[in-house]
């Protein structure tokens, strides 16, 4: 069988016509050639000036649609589809990143947002595994040819975010953000099983370095592309000096048989060599940065005390991470952020230690496993860990996840017990976008979702969304679709064998 290949091309600038050539020469050295329904997924969770560097840049899209299209035969669809991060409507975060005029451009073209589709059950057999089944839009269900086409970013949860950490994204919130926690890798090696693309093309034009949201850019002029996702992100983990296996989510794909993180067992072509992709790369930081260092130098004490976990010593994938994108956001929002903010502390997990808060100074227990028993301000606080076990959750029972009933539910919180020294925010996780609303009332900073320019487009796209959503329902159209687990079909008792390096798992909704 032959090697999965990473091709990897000089790409100095996003030219749509120059991406476009080397896509097609891409698909032509893989001898693919996109076929049915083609999906191809950007990472755009989260877009706009503010955010320059965090999403799959338009004319990257553009140009690999095209050269889709050049080597297509039998083309019966050609989409983009995607679901945002921080609970904003992803038709806001494509049109801040121009998705909708390119895809104009390159005409007959679809743009689907995830969280608009019915969401259908795919069901998990294999060992190991977080749940029984996943749920996924359809548009990732039925497609024929999925293209992941992510941006080549640091991540403060997982270290990385290449092609296998980009499948958050194939999810809605309220099944996304359940076992979004200290076990967040583990969920990210169980969406592999839904789909694996048959073609990977990342934006490592300007990379994104240090976060996810807003990260600093790093010119690499490089296009990388592949077939296999663990062997592709290896190679993107060489490439910025990181052992593969040192990423959790890389380590458990590889060893469930979906891909090789050897160079011997990757054949690694194209202009450009790894040599020189690397020393482009050199000094580019990645993330996982606990997060009482992060905030070391500000008016925010962190402590971040262990999840609910005999394994886990620290909630990498959850809160505290959570916390480290919120303040960014603020920070490209108001420079003046830091100064502004009062002298505050903030508790993850279980946490022994003491706790030394001065008169007037608030302490914020962020997350449903925050536990503290002892003196704050002179009175014994007890903070019990509320904690629910994951296999207490149901993804037929998450909620929507509703950026204004968060705003709302968090006023509510903040206003309610403005004169208590101690809050406890709960949630599993809470989520940037509550966390950015918590640290605006503590630090009465302006609130980005309500900045003049960003408020009517974000709230128009809001209604646009939840009309087209409502439209759906009053047309009798369930929103998710139970598979054979919730219909109570036997299963195997053990899992079905590692699927190929690019090929597609079958499931029963196609
Ligand atoms: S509440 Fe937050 S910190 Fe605790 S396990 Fe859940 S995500 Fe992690």
Known sequence: MAKPTVILRDCPRYDAELIRGIARDGLDTLE??????????????????????????????????????????GISELAVGERCGITMPTRYAFKEAGYYEMAERVGDTRLYCFEEEQQVEIPMYHAGRLRDSLYTPRPVAAADFFVNCPKFKAHPWTTVTFSLKAYIGIQDDRHRLIDHDHLLNSKIADLQYIVQPKFIAIDAITAGEGRMLTPLPFDLGLMAMGNNQ????????????????????????????????????????????????????????TGLIRVEDYFKGTNISAYGGPPPSTE?????????????????????????????????????????????????????????????????GGQLVQIPNIYRDRSTLHPLEAKDQDIFAKMLKTNVEMISKRNEQVLRLEGCPVSVAEQVLTLVSLGKLDNPYFKPDLAVPFTLAYLSSKTRLLLKRLSG??????????????????????PGASAPLEHPSK
């Open 230 to 285: 663990v062997a592709f992100d290896s190679v993107c983990c060489h490439i910025v000096g990181l052992d593969p296996l040192s990423v959790e989510h890389i380590r458990l794909a590889h060893e469930r048989g979906f891909g090789p993180v050897s160079l011997s067992e990757i054949d690694v072509v194209g202009d450009l060599s790894l040599a020189d992709a690397q020393r482009r790369a050199s000094g580019f930081k």
């Open 477 to 498: 159209q369930p929103y998710n679709v139970p598979g054979p687990t919730q219909r109570g079909a036997s299963r195997p008792a053990q899992n079905a064998p590692p």
């Open 32 to 73: 693919l050639r996109p076929s049915g329904r083609v999906l191809l997924k950007p990472n755009v969770v989260i877009s706009g000036p503010l955010f320059p560097n965090a999403f799959t840049r338009p004319e990257f899209v553009e140009g690999v649609l095209r050269g889709l299209r050049d080597r297509g035969e």
């Open 312 to 376: 886990h010593d620290y909630c990498w994938g959850g809160c505290p991470g959570a916390l480290e994108e919120a303040i960014e956001i603020l920070r490209v929002v108001d420079l003046q952020t830091d100064a502004k903010m009062p002298k505050t502390h903030i508790v993850f997990g279980k946490h022994e230690g003491s706790i030394d808060a001065g008169p007037g100074e608030r302490v914020v227990f962020i997350g449903d496993c925050a536990e503290y028993h002892g003196q704050i």
